[in-house]
């Protein structure tokens, strides 16, 4: 193993154990499997359970287990869309602390102190403090307070029964089914922390960055596309939210306009604070990119005057630089396309394609609201406004 070889996702208490177990060795995707497991645990107990107490399908109660959207948005979709999610997460992540060294990024005087910083990383997923705290944080709401499986406890559903006690099929969701999906979003958050603080040290290391590199963030842009990898914890919240708002224009009678500041404030937090951690690195792009201007500033004066002398009064400079040895017009356009690009350098390693495929991660799953949000008509009407 190298020092800047890194797996935020291949390590932990739970990760060995499925190693001990053999899981790891069997043939075919253990990310599939182990989804389908999950969803087994959580949902098929609450089938059975349901249709035992006959609120499985509409007609005893009016909210029966089959039209929870909530329910069903977390156990069926988030829940295995996060399990799914981590493997293709984990490879681009892992290529992208591969890169630090790769690229150059890190100076020959600073690779041990940057394998420290790894090796740092690598003990803070390998502890068994983080997760044990993430299972306890999961088991809280169970533990100090009586199940609660809805925002609408005014409607009767598959998880009272009619004294408003909850069913076996209500204490199965809250002492497995919800802990079980906690659990996994923690593991995530607490994946998405080891990243933040790597970061956070890498930016202190003393990186060897090229302001007029062209992917226009000092030769840091991959971490932009590295970052979007988290955009599966919006996309799992927003199908959680989704569930819920479902519930509440079929339960309730709230409409899409009920919840437009919710979802919009939803959209644009989640994509702020999943990229927020980029900022991190804004100090030496700041850095670099502000000595880079002021050395090329002077380089370009010293360019300009050569090409003065030289096309107005036929005398060429015996110190010019090197780069403008012959001072024609393409030699001082090469130098203001550099130093343009230099100039538009970002001191955050994202781009706008970045910053919109986290947007329409958290908004991809709210789209279903419209349809259910709206009546047809409504739909129809506010659809020919638009285009007639």
Not at 145 to 156: A, F, I
Not at 189 to 194: K, P, V
Not at 369 to 374: D, E, R, S
């Given at each position: 193993?190298?020092?800047?070889?890194?797996?935020?996702?291949?390590?932990?208490?739970?990760?060995?154990?499925?190693?001990?177990?053999?899981?790891?060795?069997?043939?075919?995707?253990?990310?599939?499997?182990?989804?389908?497991?999950?969803?087994?645990?959580?949902?098929?107990?609450?089938?059975?359970?349901?249709?035992?107490?006959?609120?499985?399908?509409?007609?005893?109660?009016?909210m029966p287990l089959l039209a929870d959207a909530s329910v069903y948005a977390r156990l069926m979709l988030a829940?295995?869309?996060?399990?799914?999610?981590?493997?293709?997460?984990?490879?681009?992540?892992?290529?992208?602390?591969?890169?630090?060294?790769?690229?150059?990024?890190?100076?020959?005087?600073?690779?041990?102190?940057?394998?420290?910083?790894?090796?740092?990383?690598?003990?803070?997923?390998?502890?068994?403090?983080?997760?044990?705290?993430?299972?306890?944080?999961?088991?809280?709401?169970?533990?100090?307070?009586?199940?609660?499986?809805?925002?609408?406890?005014?409607?009767?559903?598959?998880?009272?029964?009619?004294?408003?006690?909850?069913?076996?099929?209500?204490?199965?969701?809250?002492?497995?089914?919800?802990?079980?999906?906690?659990?996994?979003?923690?593991?995530?958050?607490?994946?998405?922390?080891?990243?933040?603080?790597?970061?956070?040290?890498?930016?202190?290391?003393?990186?060897?960055?090229?302001?007029?590199?062209?992917?226009?963030?000092?030769?840091?842009?991959?971490?932009?596309?590295?970052?979007?990898?988290?955009?599966?914890?919006?996309?799992?919240?927003?199908?959680?939210?989704?569930?819920?708002?479902?519930?509440?224009?079929?339960?309730?009678?709230?409409?899409?306009?009920d919840v437009r500041y919710l979802l919009a404030a939803y959209v644009v937090g989640t994509t702020i604070v999943?990229?927020?951690?980029?900022?991190?690195?804004?100090?030496?792009?700041?850095?670099?990119?502000?000595?880079?201007?002021?050395?090329?500033?002077?380089?370009?004066?010293?360019?300009?005057?050569?090409?003065?002398?030289?096309?107005?009064?036929?005398?060429?400079?015996?110190?010019?630089?090197?780069?403008?040895?012959?001072?024609?017009?393409?030699?001082?356009?090469?130098?203001?396309?550099?130093?343009?690009?230099?100039?538009?350098?970002?001191?955050?390693?994202?781009?706008?394609?970045?910053?919109?495929?986290?947007?329409?991660?958290?908004?991809?799953?709210?789209?279903?609201?419209?349809?259910?949000?709206?009546?047809?008509?409504?739909?129809?009407?506010?659809?020919?406004?638009?285009?007639?």
């Open positions: 193993m190298t020092i800047d070889d890194l797996s935020l996702m291949r390590g932990g208490p739970v990760y060995r154990a499925l190693h001990r177990l053999g899981l790891l060795h069997t043939r075919g995707a253990l990310a599939p499997r182990m989804a389908l497991a999950m969803m087994a645990l959580a949902w098929l107990p609450l089938v059975a359970l349901s249709a035992r107490d006959g609120a499985l399908l509409p007609g005893s109660v009016r829940l295995p869309l996060l399990v799914l999610a981590a493997g293709p997460a984990d490879r681009l992540l892992r290529s992208a602390i591969r890169q630090f060294g790769r690229a150059g990024l890190v100076p020959d005087d600073k690779r041990s102190k940057f394998g420290a910083i790894v090796t740092r990383a690598r003990r803070l997923r390998d502890s068994h403090v983080p997760e044990l705290l993430c299972l306890v944080f999961a088991l809280v709401p169970a533990l100090l307070s009586h199940p609660v499986l809805t925002e609408l406890p005014d409607v009767s559903g598959w998880h009272t029964t009619a004294d408003g006690t909850p069913t076996a099929a209500a204490r199965w969701a809250w002492w497995v089914a919800m802990p079980l999906f906690r659990f996994v979003c923690f593991v995530w958050l607490w994946r998405f922390l080891i990243w933040t603080l790597l970061l956070a040290r890498i930016a202190h290391l003393g990186l060897d960055l090229r302001p007029p590199h062209p992917d226009g963030a000092g030769g840091l842009g991959f971490l932009g596309f590295a970052q979007q990898r988290f955009s599966a914890l919006s996309l799992a919240g927003g199908v959680v939210l989704s569930g819920s708002c479902i519930n509440h224009f079929i339960y309730s009678g709230q409409t899409l306009l999943l990229m927020a951690p980029l900022l991190l690195l804004a100090p030496p792009l700041i850095r670099a990119k502000r000595h880079a201007l002021a050395k090329y500033s002077a380089l370009g004066h010293r360019a300009i005057r050569s090409f003065d002398l030289c096309w107005k009064k036929g005398q060429m400079e015996d110190d010019a630089p090197s780069l403008l040895d012959s001072p024609q017009p393409s030699a001082l356009a090469d130098f203001s396309s550099v130093y343009a690009s230099l100039s538009a350098m970002s001191v955050v390693p994202v781009t706008r394609w970045n910053v919109l495929w986290m947007l329409q991660a958290a908004a991809l799953p709210l789209l279903p609201l419209i349809f259910f949000g709206m009546s047809v008509d409504d739909l129809v009407k506010k659809l020919a406004s638009v285009l007639l």
